[in-house]
Structures are given as structure tokens and as C-alpha cells.
């Protein structure tokens, strides 16, 4: 089964840059297009960028022109580049395919999620 590992999150202050790394293994395609999410204090978790498997690339408008997404599919690696972070940014940030993974648990299925990284920024 796929496993999703995100790490490079941290504190930095107002106009700092933080570069989020996804490890990807298991079942996981290359093919697949991949995503950064977001979840504030309170709020929905919400679509930051995606990327296809060539490497085509969408952002939301909150961060379009501050934030580059990108992949190794020979590494299984998704990143974020984050720079002129703003402290709305202040999220736990999640890497998953678009749409996200589903694993089965029994005859259910669910919407599965790594443990995600916190990003705080400071004014």
C-alpha cells in the first residue's frame, strides 16, 4: 500500500522560504498527479498546487507566484518550494495524488493521509 512522508516544515518568519519534501512508496504510480494540500487552525483542508506526471503545474491564487511545486519520479519525491511566506501560510501541509489515495479497511474504503507537516509563520 502507498505510504506518504512529508517533512521539511518548520518556524520561519514573514518572507522566509521553507522547501517541503513528500517521500512516496508502495503501490504509488508515477503516473498519478500529485498535490500538496493544507489545513489551517479551524479550517477545511484545501488544495495548494498540483502537478502532473510531466510535470504540468496549478496553483491556488492564495499562493500562485510564491510557491513551486515539483517532482522526482525517479526519486518518488514531491516538493514544495515555499518562499514570501505570508503568516496565512501557518498550516499542516499534506502531499497526496490528485484526487487523494484511498485504502481499504475491511469492505470500506477511506481517504488516506500521511502525518503531514507543520509550517508556522511568524509576523
Known amino acids: 500500500q502507498v505510504q506518504l512522508v512529508e517533512s521539511g516544515g518548520g518556524l520561519v518568519q514573514a518572507g522566509g522560504s521553507l522547501r517541503l519534501s513528500c517521500a512516496v512508496s508502495g503501490s504509488a504510480s508515477s503516473a498519478n498527479a500529485m498535490a500538496w494540500y493544507r489545513q489551517a487552525p479551524g479550517k477545511q483542508r484545501e488544495l495548494a498546487a498540483t502537478?502532473?506526471?510531466?510535470?504540468?503545474?496549478n496553483y491556488a491564487d492564495s499562493v500562485k507566484g510564491r510557491f513551486t511545486i515539483s517532482r522526482d519520479n525517479a526519486k518518488n519525491t514531491v516538493y514544495l518550494q515555499m518562499n514570501s511566506l505570508k503568516p496565512e501560510d501557518t498550516a499542516v501541509y499534506y502531499c497526496?495524488?490528485?484526487?487523494?489515495?484511498?485504502?481499504?479497511?475491511?469492505?470500506?474504503?477511506?481517504?488516506?493521509w500521511g502525518q503531514g507537516t507543520q509550517v508556522t509563520v511568524s509576523s
Open positions: 502537478i502532473t506526471s510531466g510535470g504540468s503545474a
Open positions: 497526496n495524488a490528485d484526487p487523494p489515495y484511498l485504502k481499504r479497511s475491511g469492505v470500506a474504503f477511506y481517504t488516506y
